[in-house]
């Protein structure tokens, strides 16, 4: 499971997850916070379409968190102020880094719930394509 | 000299800024960041722009803190920006990665995808309703409301495909009808960290712009409508949706998308408008060719893309109107800028202002004698 995936599923899980899921790590290896859950900002770099040109959209709240597993780094990071959500993707990061026993049980947790969230999206996409126009209605309403 | 009487202000500052805080609880009730963060929506979008700092939950505090009042939201924002650190540089956000809720074109009936209105008050009555008082007496009608509208949800199918769609542009590119450019690496300048010099860049020119505040770069876009500039746009497209925003891994020397740290999403509003513009053939004779202009902001606050869309274009080709004087619009639209400025004026001049009569006395006794 590919970092860019796996973070994305995991920012948008709720945090009882996150922390089972560090717990789970946690219990049968030490971890020790290398940075403390802090504030910082994100200066986001964006192309826009008119002429294809970079430029800064403007920043972004994060909160950083950096453990060691072993002598294996994990780096948490998401929008918003959230220590402890920072805290446990930062340990979860670390056991993906790390490739350790636990890693292959986390990736189907994370790939089951990426699964719900999916669902629930596409429901949701769903109702959003309710406001789509239907102009052959439309024209038919303008013919009557 | 000047200091003498602001020192002598201390006691009556420390009464004035009860003053203010008695105006802030005077009626009895105070309200929760979280009402402002479910009620204020199209503010926290308007000051997260001109702040510059996406962050709602901040933005709520600040707004609680300067009771609604946009520029002074706008100042603590900035101010509470300069405390932090940049830790890092997002990937380039494409935007054909947005995962769109609304999505209209003024120029096509049909585009691909379709028009999708989401939520937007453009299509309501504009009366005010007074059945939201009800509510205050009853909250179990907005419960109610909610309730049923996310079982409607619930109840959908699942659409499986992201609501990602190529821009309607693109359309028109591949039919030759508009310029087609190569995706320019340059990496951007940082008026944030630079300050900003004439001829400006088209990265500093976006980047004023986006975070401009709403009202004057409306204003002005309003203006270059008008007569005072010579773009007048059709909108090809304007979108409302979430960018995801990823950093490259800090420490390791794995790049690429798939490695990256997905950080969470940010709802903007963007904006193409075509614009046509007569072109010199080298025969001399002229011909019609339609350029974009671009506009980009946080949150949903449509007029404003769409103004920032019109000045992109103004800026980018001369004109004698003053919305094509980048010194103009770039160094007037910031919120920080203009209000600090005009509040500026309300500091004590004392000594000045002194100096200033004493030469109006001196002139007047100057003519009388004469």
Partial sequence: MKRRHRTEILAQSPTKLLRELSEQVENHHAV?????????????????????????????????????????????????????????????????????????????RIKEEGVRIQTALGRERQQILKTKVDFETLDEEVKA | MAYVAVKGGQEAIGESLKRLEYERLKKGRTIETRAIESGLQGLIDQVMSEASLYDEALAALAIKQAQGNP????????????????KYYSRTVESHEMALTRRISASFKDIPGGQILGASPDYSHRLIDFDLKREEADPFIPKRWLKAYLKEIEENEVWETPLKYPKVMDYLRREGLMATYEADETEPE?????????????????????????????????????????????????????????????????????????IGSIRVTEVESIIPRAVKTPSGDYEEELDLGYGICYGQNETKAIAMSILDRCLEEPGEAPTHDEEFVLYHVDSVEATGFISHLKLPHYVTFQSKLDSVRKTKKGGETQ
Avoid at chain 2, 216 to 232: D, E, K
Wanted: charged content about 25%.
């Fill in chain 2, 71 to 86: 520029e002074e939201v706008v100042f603590l924002l900035r101010a509470f920006r300069s405390t932090l650190p940049r």
């Fill in chain 1, 32 to 108: 020790k916070v290398l940075e403390e859950p802090n504030s910082g900002l994100v200066m986001v770099k964006m192309r826009e379409t008119a002429m294809k040109s970079k430029f800064y959209l403007g920043e972004v709240l994060v909160t950083e968190c950096k453990v060691l597993l072993g002598d294996t780094l994990g780096l948490g990071i998401l929008r918003g102020s959230h220590k402890k959500r920072a805290y446990y993707l930062a340990v979860i990061d670390a056991a993906f880094n790390a490739v350790i026993e636990e890693s292959q049980e986390l990736a189907e």
């Fill in chain 2, 190 to 262: 940082d008026v944030t960290k630079e300050a900003l010099k004439f001829p400006s860049k088209r990265s500093q020119r976006l980047q004023i712009l986006t975070r401009g505040q709403t009202g004057a770069v409306t204003a002005l876009g309003y203006a270059s409508l008008r007569g005072y500039g010579s773009v007048h746009p059709t909108v090809g497209e304007l979108r409302v949706g979430e960018l995801p925003i990823t950093i490259d891994p800090p420490f390791s020397e794995e790049t690429g998308e798939e490695e990256a740290y997905y």
